[in-house]
């Protein structure tokens, strides 16, 4: 484990912006990031821990300590009649356990298909897609305590799930490093195909018996077609959560569009799209040099190259007031500012 200077983190986000770390550490087990969290030298300044950089918007240079979580494994825990559990190292990247799991039949995050990020960010975020969180196969996780180096578990209750939400986001922001990760995963599949367009992509393809690889291969189908590659052009997926307003607000907002897609939350509370306010509001596939916003999906602003993370950020502020002042609704960035 070597400290270094002065690194680039461009190869390390998803938004491919240029930014510089004072310090920059990979580590590879427990023992490593514990070591590195308790050393003296490193202690006095601001640290950001990193997993896949895919929920993550550089706007400077970070002068602190960067540690990059790279700890790996996949393994079978226990096993009954029913289920599966697996411990997954918070290094793992995440669509490489949805494969690892659709190759052994072990069902449960099928729908979370090409989610990029790693194992360790996606409880932080409850990450989820078609009609699946995480929260549904999480069972537990291992952290480490930043201040004090020690180790402890967190239970599902104790991580506080929400949409796009839990603990690790609020009450303890900062505190907690991911190391593990326990899923309880299903023997016998519960499809869910009703969100989104996996029923119609099923059709296209002339699938009538479903299985997990069917459906994970329509996710990743569809997402290909919508989302742009980070590869290709930088992104961090979705930039805002799906705003959830009340039912009566949403019935005015009715009224005056009555095209406006909603999803019940419960009986008081309506979730609408975001993508779908934002290409309302005239923004989709607007190109602003070398920034923008996706012409495939609102949801998804883009760097094009040599764009800088304050323009982007910048970007998603004017969205976000425009958004404000035509319907009423505050969106709010899944992204993470540094």
């Given at each position: 484990?070597t ?13 491919g ?5 004072r310090?920059?550490?990979?580590v590879?087990?427990i023992?490593q990031?514990q070591s590195?969290?308790?050393n ?15 929920n993550l918007l ?5 002068e602190?300590l960067v540690?990059?979580i790279?700890i790996?494994?996949?393994e079978?825990?226990?096993e009954?009649?029913?289920h599966i ?5 918070a290094g793992?990247?995440w669509?490489d ?5 659709v190759?052994?039949d072990?069902?449960?995050i099928?729908?979370?298909s090409?989610?990029?990020g790693?194992v360790?960010a996606?409880p932080m975020?409850n990450?989820g897609?078609?009609?699946?969180e995480?929260?549904e196969?999480f ?15 967190f239970?599902k209750?104790e991580?506080?799930f929400g ?5 690790f986001k609020?009450?303890?922001k ?8 326990r899923?309880k995963?299903?023997k016998?599949p519960?499809?869910?195909v009703?969100?989104g367009?996996?029923?119609?992509t099923l059709a296209?393809?002339g699938?009538?018996?479903l299985?997990?690889?069917a459906?994970s291969?329509a996710?990743?189908s ?11 052009i930088?992104?961090a997926g979705?930039?805002?959560?799906n705003?959830?307003i ?6 005015v907002l009715?009224e005056?569009y ?7 939350v419960n009986?008081?509370?309506v979730?609408v ?6 290409e309302?509001a005239?923004w989709?596939g607007?190109r602003f ?11 998804v602003?883009?760097?094009f190259?040599d764009g800088?993370?304050n ?14 002042e035509k319907f009423?609704?505050?969106l709010?960035?899944?992204?993470n500012?540094?």
């Open positions: 484990m400290v270094q200077t002065n690194v680039s983190l461009k190869p390390y986000n998803t938004f912006i240029e930014a510089t770390a310090y920059f550490v990979e590879s087990n023992e990031l590195i969290l308790q003296p030298e490193y202690q006095s300044i601001e640290r950001l821990i990193l997993g896949g950089g895919s550089l706007t400077k240079d970070f602190g540690i990059k790279a790996k494994g996949i079978k825990i226990k009954d009649a029913q559990w697996l411990n997954v190292g793992e990247v669509h356990l949805v494969m690892y799991c190759d052994h072990y069902a449960g099928e729908n979370l090409l989610i990029p790693t360790g996606a975020q990450i897609a078609y009609g699946i995480i929260k196969v069972e537990s996780l291992e952290a480490i305590e930043i201040k004090t180096g020690k180790s402890r578990i239970t209750d991580c506080a949409y796009r939400e839990s603990i609020h009450a303890v900062g505190e907690y490093v991911i190391v593990n990760v899923f995963l299903n016998t519960v499809y869910h009703e969100y367009a996996i029923k119609d296209e393809r699938i009538e018996n299985s997990i690889k459906i291969d996710v990743i569809i997402r290909q077609s919508k989302l742009p590659n980070p590869a290709e930088g992104n979705s930039f805002f959560k705003p959830e009340p039912k009566a607000q949403f019935d009715k005056k009555p095209t406006i897609p909603s999803y019940p009986e008081t509370t979730k799209p975001a993508g779908w306010l934002i309302q005239g989709k607007q040099g070398n920034i923008g916003v996706h012409a495939k999906q609102a949801l602003l883009v760097n190259g800088k993370g323009d982007i950020k910048e970007l998603s502020q004017k969205i976000q007031d425009s958004i404000k009423g609704i505050q709010h960035a899944e992204v500012f540094v």
